[in-house]
C-alpha cells in the first residue's frame, strides 16, 4: 500500500503539538512492551576472518537460550528478544554496533563477539552505558585481564585456561617445548600463559607470525634450527584460529620423521580438525569436543544439534550455549531484572550446568572457570577430522589461573 500524506491544519506550532500529542499517547504503549520483554544484543563476527566460528556460537547461543528456558523463550513472564548484529570481525564496527544497541536499541545487555581485538574495543562501551557484556567466545587474557571491566563477564575460556590446561598436558621433564603463534593477541596471551606455566620441561623458543600468513617455511625452518640438536622429546605447541594454519606445513616438511620434531595444538572446528588426521597420537588439550563430556547438557546439544543440522555440534556451538543458558540462569536469578547491578550481584560467584559441565564465574575478574580436556588424536576411517580420545579432564583447580585485572 503506498504512503499517503496526512496534512494537518494549521502552522508550525500546530503541527509540533499534535506530533507531541502522538508521541505522548505512543509513549505508554512502547513501555508496555519493552517491561514485557528481555533485549539482549548478539554481535559476531558473522562476516570476515572468523565467520565459520561466529556462526556456531549464534547457532550454539540460541540453543542455550531454547534449553535453559524448556522452549518458551521467556523468562519471569518476559520474552527474551535477540538482536543480531555483524562486526564483521572489525573492532570499530563492534564498537559502534554496542553503543547502537544499548542506546538506540535499548538492549539490555549484550553478549559477543568471535574476535578478540573486536572484543576488547567494545569493553569500554559496556562500562560507559553501565550495561552488561557477556564475552563469547573471545580469548585474548586482557579481556577480563588488564582492560577488563566490572560489566564484563566471559563464558569462553581465555588464553591461559588454554595455555595451562595443554602445560598440565605437556609440561614433562626431559621435554622440549616451543611454540608457533599468530602475532595479535590471541597468540601472544597464549604463548606468555603458556611459558609461565611450564616448570618441568625446557621451553627453547617462541616463533609468531601474522594471522594472514600463508608460507611457513621460514618460521618453521628458525624452530628446526633452534629445535634439532636438543636432547629429549621435541614438542611444538601451535596457537592458531582460523584459516591458513601450518599444520599441513608442519606434515609436509616431515618434522618429526626429519628431526624428530612433534606438533602439538589445542582442539579446534572439526574442518580444521582434519589436518589432524596426518598426525595420530597427537596430544594436547581442548575445549570441547562433542564425544567428551559426558552429562545431560551435552547429551542435549548433540541430539538436538544432529536432528536439526544432520551434523555434530562443534567447539563454539557449545560455547554459544553456554553463554545462552548464563544469560537465562542469571536472570532467573533476578526473577527477570534486567538491570546491570542486579545481573552482576546475580552473575558473580554464580554456578551452572553447560554442555562441558559445571561454570562457574570467578568474583574477581568474572571469567567462567571450567574443565578442559587432555586428549590424543585417533585416526577414524568413519570420521573425516582426527578424532580426540579423552586422556583424562583437566579440572578448574587443576590449573592456576592468574587475575590479571588491576582493579
Known amino acids: ?6 496534512r494537518i491544519p494549521g502552522g508550525t506550532a500546530q503541527l509540533a503539538a499534535a506530533a507531541l500529542a502522538v508521541a505522548a499517547l505512543a509513549a505508554p504503549t512502547l513501555a508496555l512492551a519493552q517491561a514485557k520483554e ?69 538492549a539490555d545487555l549484550a553478549v ?93 623458543h617462541e616463533e609468531f607470525v601474522p594471522p594472514t600468513t600463508t608460507d611457513f617455511t621460514g618460521a618453521l625452518q628458525r624452530l628446526i634450527d633452534k629445535m634439532k640438536d636438543q636432547p629429549g622429546r621435541k614438542i611444538v605447541w601451535v596457537v592458531w584460529a582460523g584459516a591458513n594454519s601450518p599444520f599441513d606445513k608442519f606434515a609436509e616438511l616431515e618434522l618429526q620423521k626429519r628431526y624428530g620434531i612433534e606438533m602439538a595444538t589445542g582442539g579446534n572446528i572439526l574442518p580444521a580438525m582434519v589436518s589432524y588426521k596426518k598426525y595420530p ?39 554459544g550455549m553456554s553463554a545462552g543458558i548464563a544469560v537465562v540462569e542469571a536472570l532467573k536469578k533476578t526473577k527477570g531484572d534486567a538491570s546491570a547491578e542486579k545481573l552482576i550481584a546475580a552473575m558473580e560467584g554464580m554456578s551452572f550446568e553447560t554442555p562441558k559441565g559445571k561454570m562457574t564465574f570467578r568474583k574477581e575478574d568474572h571469567q567462567a572457570m571450567q574443565s578442559m580436556y587432555h586428549f590424543k588424536i585417533k585416526v577414524d576411517p568413519a570420521f573425516d577430522w582426527g578424532v580426540p580420545e579423552l586422556v583424562r579432564e583437566i579440572k578448574p583447580e587443576e590449573m592456576d589461573i592468574p587475575i590479571r585485572n588491576k582493579r
Open 1 to 6: 500500500m503506498p504512503h499517503r500524506l496526512i
Open 112 to 204: 559477543g563477539t568471535t574476535g578478540s581485538g573486536v572484543a576488547l574495543a567494545m569493553l569500554p562501551v559496556a562500562e560507559e552505558y553501565k550495561k552488561v557484556l557477556l564475552v563469547e567466545p573471545a580469548v585474548a587474557d586482557s579481556i577480563t585481564g588488564d582492560k577488563w571491566n566490572r560489566y564484563v563477564f566471559r563464558t569462553g575460556r581465555n588464553s591461559s585456561q588454554d595455555a595451562i590446561s595443554n602445560a598440565v598436558a605437556l609440561d614433562k621433564p626431559g621435554q622440549v617445548l616451543a611454540t608457533l603463534a599468530q602475532d595479535n593477541a590471541f597468540g601472544r596471551d597464549g604463548v606468555k600463559a603458556f611459558k609461565e606455566a611450564v616448570k618441568k620441561a625446557k621451553f627453547v
Open 38 to 106: 528481555i533485549r539482549i544484543a548478539h554481535i559476531n563476527g558473522k562476516t570476515g576472518p572468523l565467520e565459520a566460528y561466529a556462526k556456531q556460537s549464534t547457532t550454539g547461543f540460541m540453543m542455550g537460550l531454547d534449553y535453559a528456558t524448556g522452549g518458551t523463550m521467556t523468562v519471569a513472564g518476559k520474552k527474551l528478544v535477540v538482536i543480531d548484529k555483524d562486526d564483521q570481525g572489525k573492532p570499530d564496527v563492534g564498537k559502534s554496533l554496542l553503543a547502537a544497541a544499548y542506546g538506540d536499541d535499548k
Open 281 to 319: 597420537g597427537l596430544e594436547g588439550a581442548l575445549y570441547y569436543y562433542f564425544g567428551i563430556p559426558k552429562n545431560p547438557v551435552n547429551e542435549w546439544l548433540v541430539s538436538n544439534h544432529y536432528s536439526k543440522f544432520k551434523t555434530p555440534p562443534d567447539f563454539f556451538t557449545a560455547g
